[in-house]
């Protein structure tokens, strides 16, 4: 369908140079168009589909957008409450959606909805929904701490009737296609922010290196340059966990709980390492003029959007046996 063939590691490859552009709207948008919106299409879609939508956004043609968050139900997918009621060949959607990433540019949404009254787990499809139909209204776009060259709307559906035909694979599955999904989101997630956290180590240590403080650099500081090599450590490490679970991945394995575990540490080491390099630079570090600042705010999503730190928790403890899974 206009693809290379090659398999997951290049999407890893592809995710890390990313990292090298100065902001993270761009690398999450087009994370969203490869990783997020499309593998279950490719998946599980018909070859009908697949002409429709897929190909023009692997093209660039086509923006793409995932449908699945909303005000109640985040990280919690099995509690979303948009409905497509199925009448004749058609689906009659209702509800809306919340944080949607390019959701005000969009051409189609891999839409997450009820499509019956069954148990939360087995009553969800995945729609393509193109988004030029009447009923679908485009609230706004949220104005947000970080990712501030990103478009993420809140999206209302009334009445939306779109063809069953759009319905990706079999109905019910949804949920168990999205679980697949994030797999590959959260690895994806994982290998953007590898690049930044190094960029960032590297200016901080030439800032503190030729900034002076007490007739020294603040650099020659030992509580400094120790701390830069911790971070400097912990990159790497978080690095290893990453290939080891994409290696995984690609011979076929569930890779769930190393997913989980490289997401909750990507997140948690994004904040620390921004807030520790952010420090060094005084009050520079509090202004919009360098990166530091930037990706202060623009990493901090990496602990909430495609699963919380929580939610990680939770899934390495069920993969654990500490907790029981449902």
Same mark, same amino acid.
């Given at each position: 369908?206009?693809?290379?063939?090659?398999?997951?590691?290049?999407?890893?490859?592809?995710?890390?140079?990313?990292?090298?552009?100065?902001?993270?709207?761009?690398?999450?948008?087009?994370?969203?168009?490869?990783?997020?919106?499309?593998?279950?299409?490719?998946?599980?879609?018909?070859?009908?589909?697949?002409?429709?939508?897929?190909?023009?956004?692997?093209?660039?043609?086509?923006?793409?957008?995932? &449908?699945?968050?909303?005000?109640?139900?985040?990280?919690?997918?099995?509690?979303?409450?948009?409905?497509?009621?199925?009448?004749?060949?058609?689906?009659?959607?209702?509800?809306?959606?919340?944080?949607?990433?390019?959701?005000?540019?969009?051409?189609?949404?891999?839409?997450?909805?009820?499509?019956?009254?069954?148990?939360?787990?087995?009553?969800?499809?995945?729609?393509?929904? =193109?988004?030029?139909? =009447?009923?679908?209204?485009?609230?706004?776009?949220?104005?947000?701490?970080?990712?501030?060259?990103?478009?993420?709307?809140?999206?209302?559906?009334?009445?939306?009737?779109?063809?069953?035909?759009?319905?990706?694979?079999?109905?019910?599955?949804?949920?168990?296609?999205?679980?697949?999904?994030?797999?590959?989101?959260?690895?994806?997630?994982?290998?953007?922010?590898?690049?930044?956290?190094?960029?960032?180590?590297?200016?901080?240590?030439?800032?503190?290196?030729?900034?002076?403080?007490?007739?020294?650099?603040?650099?020659?500081?030992?509580?400094?340059?120790?701390?830069?090599?911790?971070?400097?450590?912990?990159?790497?490490?978080?690095?290893?966990?990453?290939?080891?679970?994409?290696?995984?991945?690609?011979?076929?394995?569930?890779?769930?709980?190393?997913?989980?575990?490289?997401?909750?540490?990507? &997140?948690?080491?994004?904040?620390?390492?921004?807030?520790?390099?952010?420090?060094?630079?005084?009050?520079?570090?509090?202004?919009?003029?360098?990166?530091?600042?930037?990706?202060?705010?623009?990493?901090?999503?990496?602990?909430?959007?495609?699963?919380?730190?929580?939610?990680?928790?939770?899934?390495?403890?069920?993969?654990?046996?500490?907790?029981?899974?449902?």
């Amino acid at each position: 369908y206009g693809g290379m063939g090659l398999d997951f590691s290049y999407n890893i490859a592809v995710a890390e140079e990313l990292g090298n552009i100065r902001c993270g709207g761009i690398p999450m948008a087009i994370g969203v168009q490869t990783g997020m919106a499309t593998p279950a299409l490719t998946r599980f879609g018909s070859d009908e589909l697949k002409k429709q939508f897929l190909v023009p956004t692997i093209a660039g043609d086509f923006v793409a957008c995932l &449908g699945i968050s909303e005000p109640g139900a985040g990280s919690d997918v099995a509690n979303i409450k948009t409905t497509a009621v199925r009448k004749g060949d058609e689906y009659v959607i209702n509800g809306g959606k919340m944080w949607i990433t390019s959701g005000s540019q969009a051409d189609w949404m891999c839409l997450l909805a009820n499509t019956s009254e069954g148990p939360p787990h087995r009553n969800k499809s995945l729609i393509c929904l =193109p988004m030029n139909l =009447p009923g679908i209204h485009v609230a706004k776009r949220i104005d947000k701490l970080g990712m501030r060259s990103s478009d993420t709307a809140q999206i209302f559906f009334e009445d939306v009737k779109v063809p069953s035909k759009n319905l990706i694979g079999e109905e019910g599955k949804g949920f168990t296609y999205q679980m697949l999904q994030f797999q590959e989101e959260r690895l994806w997630g994982v290998a953007t922010v590898l690049t930044p956290l190094e960029t960032i180590i590297q200016e901080t240590i030439d800032y503190t290196r030729q900034r002076k403080v007490f007739d020294q650099s603040v650099l020659h500081n030992q509580t400094v340059h120790f701390r830069l090599a911790e971070l400097a450590t912990e990159v790497e490490l978080l690095r290893s966990l990453l290939h080891r679970a994409v290696a995984l991945y690609v011979e076929g394995n569930d890779v769930t709980k190393f997913a989980s575990m490289a997401k909750l540490k990507a &997140g948690r080491l994004a904040r620390e390492v921004t807030d520790s390099c952010l420090q060094f630079w005084g009050g520079m570090g509090f202004t919009s003029e360098v990166l530091v600042s930037r990706f202060y705010r623009d990493l901090r999503l990496m602990s909430i959007g495609g699963g919380t730190d929580e939610t990680m928790l939770s899934i390495i403890c069920k993969y654990m046996e500490i907790l029981p899974r449902k």
